[in-house]
């Protein structure tokens, strides 16, 4: 079992719907958890940090964790031709090390 | 502007050449990291360093050397032992261990010619 788990995609998201992504980890100590975003041939990007059971909402970006499931989710809303990337779910774990999943790739089609 | 700064941005490498990769960062961070990513991969963790003049190995450390004799630098040597170099190597910073997510440098692109 990967300790980062994200469907590789490709997901793809007419514009302007809702894109929702997924993520589990194994280690239940993991004490923090982040989305990043990386465009082709670019850096990642963190975009949202999240350490606590609930939502977080930062614009179009919502955080969802569950640390009971040990399930953490990323919403956006209003889908934009910008968001077209892929987004890596990371865990900072008991290790005291962020721990990145294999990213899923969004597509958002016109 | 803080930040990390790696360069060059692409490199190209001969077969048998070690190339050096610089990673200089501004931010006070204590913690310094390099990755591997190859395409359509996600990240794979070389070397890391939580303190100046101390590092540990990573998940793919062979044929990869590194040194941090200051803190604002890290830079990452792939040796000829590296039998398949060519890939995207990121380098980031974090401070608390990363408990606060890492700051990603721009990347080098590398590749064997």
């Known amino acids: 079992q990967k300790e980062v788990e994200q469907n590789s995609g490709p997901l793809s998201v007419p514009e302007g719907a809702i894109a929702s992504l997924n993520c589990t980890y194994s280690d239940r100590g993991s004490q923090s958890f982040f989305w990043y975003r990386q465009y082709s041939g670019k850096s990642p990007e963190l975009i949202m940090s999240i350490y606590s059971n609930g939502d977080k909402e930062d614009g179009r970006f919502t955080a969802q964790l569950n640390k009971a499931s040990q399930y953490v989710s990323l919403l956006i809303r209003d889908s934009q031709p910008s968001d077209s990337a892929t987004y890596l779910c990371a865990v900072y774990s008991s290790a005291s090390k962020i721990i990145f999943g294999s990213g899923t790739r969004l597509s958002i089609r016109p | 502007d803080g930040g990390i700064t790696q360069s060059p941005k692409y490199l190209f490498r001969k077969e048998g050449q070690n190339v050096t990769l610089s990673c200089e960062q501004n931010l006070n961070h204590d913690a310094m990291y390099w990755y591997r990513q190859d395409p359509g991969q996600g990240l794979r963790l070389i070397y890391y360093?939580?303190?100046?003049?101390?590092?540990q190995k990573g998940d793919i450390a062979e044929g990869y050397s590194v040194s941090r004799e200051k803190k604002e630098s890290f830079p990452l040597t792939v040796t000829s032992a590296q039998k398949n170099p060519t890939a995207f190597y990121l380098c980031?910073?974090?401070?608390?261990?990363?408990?606060?997510?890492?700051?990603f440098g721009s990347g080098t692109r590398l590749t064997v010619v």
């Open positions: 980031a910073s974090s401070t608390d261990r990363g408990n606060y997510g890492y700051t």
């Open positions: 360093s939580q303190i100046v003049n101390d590092f």
